[in-house]
């Protein structure tokens, strides 16, 4: 078992959602890299990624730099809101701080 765990499924066309979470407990040096890891083994890209789940600080930066690129925007889960806020875009179609279902 890893000490953070990653998996993405495709909600649509134009959407994946990533499921993360801490995995075996570990610092968060160990966390970083295995969630770097696990990014390298799975296929992404697309129009949208949604982010839900906990993380470190430097888990989830790790994860936001590895696919900023590979998607038109990434936007991360908001529990006290129930909406995922938008927090990098390429697309004229999401801008920062845009809420999304």
């Known amino acids: 078992m890893a000490a953070f765990k990653i998996d993405a499924t495709n909600q649509d066309e134009n ?8 995995g075996e407990p570990a610092e968060n040096d160990e966390i970083a890299r295995a969630a770097f890891a696990r990014l390298k083994e799975l296929s992404l890209g697309g129009k949208l990624l949604k982010i839900d789940g906990r993380a470190s600080l430097q888990a989830i930066s ?11 925007a ?13 927090v990098v875009s390429h ?4 801008k920062v701080g845009d809420r999304v279902d």
């Not at 790790?62 to 038109?72: A, D, K, T």
């Open 15 to 22: 959407t994946t959602l990533m499921a993360i979470g801490f």
């Open 91 to 94: 697309s004229p179609d999401y």
């Open 74 to 86: 990434v936007a991360v889960n908001d529990p006290k809101l129930k909406k995922f806020i938008v």
């Open 62 to 72: 790790v994860i936001i730099h590895g696919v900023s690129h590979l998607f038109g």
